[in-house]
């Protein structure tokens, strides 16, 4: 199909200084957990956008100097000129499909800890090092230390040149940049002319700037990547004083402005909390204050918002990160005129928990990423089917949409059978929790792909499978994506030896027992031992229905594993605020009628809680009955034809969304492709 003419302005080309973006999409700098250790990993997925039709693909942050290394995540590194060919291997895989290529230089300053160079961290003034608790200080920066500072930039700047960058980013957002550390009142308390007013403490980011464009000459455009607010009030930059002051003292010497908000939990909202182009209140005001092209960012997944971002003249660019990395296509299926095959990111942030990891990034959404160069998967290609085989898939939960959806796209015939009348499986349960609305997509984006390939999927609702009727049923390959199930006896991490007592009334309920309709009676105690997002979400929807609330959970905090999707603060902030009661570090010891007992960690010894409903969030147990029914007779299968039974997604183990949709994905892959060897992927060896 052509474009919509309306859109055409999303296409039109932009000058950045000396270089030109063919249209207006930008991949602004996003970590991925690769960095310098999978430089081919990085670059072949950084590649696969330029291909989906991004003018400019950007590095991750990328660290320019041993002052300041971010160890042990993996970023980017170009500390002397052993690092250039390494990115220059990056540079050459972006412009082999004509964007350009982006590298955002950094020094952590005052928030890395060094614990691979053993550098003393640096910063504007003496201070623990921050966004951690590791028991190191950096140390206030004198002058000769500034000019030191100033030469390594510089020099990488000139080494960012030579690996063949069109465009250099200087960084100071998030809060976690040397320029940052000098611009924030909270982190500057020097006396000399550094510190104090804002023009001093801007002094080191306009050195930098000025030392940047001197550098390159005019060879590559210069961005400037600046937090206009840090969301914190009168004790932060706020985008109508310091934010704006900034902007107007520095306007015209960076080619490019990238703005965003602070810190990177304030950037990378998660759906659950924040709405598409969030951001916008706090960037729209740079466009009128500045001559050079400005791009900002906000979860873009819909054409019509970068469409409306441009024309209100917000920005020049639609700047994305998350969205870039669910479907790197995003601007060729804009062109294609083909919006609904886009793949719109989900607003989880399991991308970023790869990152905070030290792992390579996941995504919920599109299981090819990180695996474009060691498995050579394609976001939007996948081989021809191997065989005439058909396969019957029974689930239609994330894994089971995938399978289907990957083998139909590879040619083959699929049944997709699911008990339920509505497809989607947990995907359908949880994204009516509140807040997770748009986790729903996981489902849609499927559903209608699969609706396109109806001459080779075919889909059974309310086709509940039993080993009868799979047997009956003809298909040569059996993948078994029937799901799992909450456990209602409490055991899970804190609790292994055996039920909870107690755990056995039908008082007791799970997720799953909610999902089908049970309402719990106030008060009601919700166990999290699972320290997802599941506990509090649950004790919101909970509180939100009017009940009284009691969180129980052996962990420090609430929901412990989103830390690392930047949520955990906003989750157990906003039960606080909505007057959940919280108990921290306590186990489930025992259920009565009208009350649990719950025992401290650190011997804290026990206490009774009141309540009339317990929701156990512990762990789940695959659904594979199915399974092991078929697989006790090979004869029985042999004798039906069936060649292959197998389990997918949370049928084989219980886990992420993205773990479901990726084990889905890799069956239909695999299925006739030659076995994969003991290790099931290529490698990047470091060569002794
Ligand atoms: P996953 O995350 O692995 O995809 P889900 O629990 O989200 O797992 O989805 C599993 C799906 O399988 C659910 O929609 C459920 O209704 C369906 N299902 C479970 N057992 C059967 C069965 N015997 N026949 C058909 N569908 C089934």
């Not at 090819?368 to 050579?376: P, S």
């Not at 659904?623 to 997918?648: F, K, Q, W």
């Not at 049928?651 to 239909?668: C, D």
């Amino acid at each position: 199909m052509p474009r919509d003419p309306r859109f055409d302005i999303l296409f039109e080309t932009v000058r950045i200084g000396p270089v030109t973006a063919r249209n207006r999409f930008f991949q602004v700098p996003h970590c991925s957990g690769m960095g310098h250790l999978l430089p081919r990993t990085d670059a072949a997925m950084r590649a696969m956008k330029a291909q989906g039709g991004w003018a400019v693909v950007c590095t991750e942050q990328c660290s320019f100097h041993p002052h300041a290394e971010a160890a042990p995540a993996p970023e980017s590194r170009l500390w002397d000129g052993e690092d250039v060919a390494r990115m220059r291997h990056w540079t050459d895989a972006v412009h082999a499909h004509d964007a350009l290529a982006g590298i955002e230089l950094v020094s952590n300053g005052s928030s890395t800890p060094n614990y691979y160079s053993r550098e003393i961290p640096l910063g504007p003034s003496h201070t623990p090092v921050t966004h951690s608790h590791d028991p190191v200080q950096a140390r206030a920066m004198d002058l000769d230390d500034m000019r030191e500072f100033r030469r390594w930039h510089r020099d990488a700047v000139l080494r960012s040149r030579d690996a063949g960058f069109d465009l250099v980013y200087l960084y100071c957002a998030h809060d976690i940049a040397m320029p940052m550390d000098y611009v924030t009142r909270r982190r500057n308390r020097r006396t000399d002319s550094y510190g104090g007013s804002l023009e001093n403490r801007v002094r080191l980011l306009r050195e930098l700037l000025e030392d940047t464009v001197d550098a390159v000459g005019g060879q590559m455009a210069v961005a400037l990547r600046f937090a206009t607010d840090e969301l914190l009030g009168k004790d932060g930059i706020t985008w109508e004083d310091e934010g704006c002051r900034v902007i107007e003292m520095l306007a015209d010497l960076p080619d490019l402005w990238d703005v965003n908000v602070s810190d990177w939990t304030h950037d990378s909202v998660t759906s659950r909390f924040s709405s598409e182009n969030f951001q916008e209140p706090y960037v729209s005001f740079v466009k009128g204050m500045v001559k050079k092209p400005v791009v900002c960012v906000g979860r873009f997944t819909s054409p019509e918002t970068m469409l409306s971002l441009i024309t209100r003249g917000v920005s020049d660019f639609v700047g994305c990160a998350r969205p870039s990395i669910a479907d790197p296509f995003i601007p060729q299926k804009i062109d294609e005129g083909r919006l609904d095959d886009i793949r719109e990111y989900i607003g989880c942030n399991v991308c970023v928990t790869g990152q905070r990891k030290k792992t390579p990034m996941r995504c919920t959404q599109n299981p090819t990423v990180g695996e474009e160069w060691r498995r050579g998967w394609h976001p939007e290609r996948i081989e021809p089917k191997g065989s005439d085989s058909s396969i019957l898939v029974v689930g239609a939960g994330p894994a089971g949409l995938e399978c289907a959806l990957a083998l139909g796209q590879r040619g083959y015939n699929v049944a997709l059978a699911e008990a339920r009348r509505e497809p989607g499986g947990r995907v359908t349960d949880e994204a009516a929790m509140p807040g997770f609305s748009e986790w729903a997509r996981v489902r849609d984006y499927r559903t209608y792909q699969i609706g396109k390939l109806h001459q080779t999927v075919e889909v059974f609702r309310e086709s509940e499978m039993t080993p009868a009727t799979i047997l009956e049923s003809g298909y040569r390959h059996v993948a078994i994506a029937t799901g799992s199930s909450w456990r209602k006896d409490g055991i899970g991490r804190a609790n292994t030896a055996g039920p909870i007592p107690g755990s056995d009334g039908d008082h007791v309920l799970t997720p799953d027992s909610i999902f089908r309709g049970m309402t719990p009676v106030s008060p009601v105690v919700v166990f999290d031992d699972d320290h997802y997002y599941m506990g509090g979400a649950l004790a919101e929807q909970f509180h939100s229905a009017g009940l009284e609330v009691i969180l129980v959970t052996p962990a420090p905090v609430v929901s412990s594993w989103t830390v690392d999707a930047l949520e955990q603060n906003t989750i157990q902030s906003r039960l606080v605020a909505m007057g959940v009661r919280i108990v921290t570090g306590h186990n489930l010891a025992r259920v009565d009628a009208d009350a649990v007992e719950v025992d401290g960690v650190y011997g804290e010894g026990t206490q009774t809680i009141a309540c009339a409903t317990v929701v156990m969030v512990t762990s789940r147990l695959p659904n594979d009955s199915l399974y092991h029914d078929l697989r006790t007779s090979p004869e029985r299968l042999a004798g039906a034809g069936i060649l292959s039974v197998r389990r997918i997604g949370d049928a084989l183990a219980p886990g992420l969304i993205a773990a479901a949709v990726w084990s889905g994905h890799r069956y239909a892959r695999e299925l006739d492709a030659p076995p994969p060897g003991d290790v099931p992927f290529r490698r990047e060896l470091v060569v002794v």
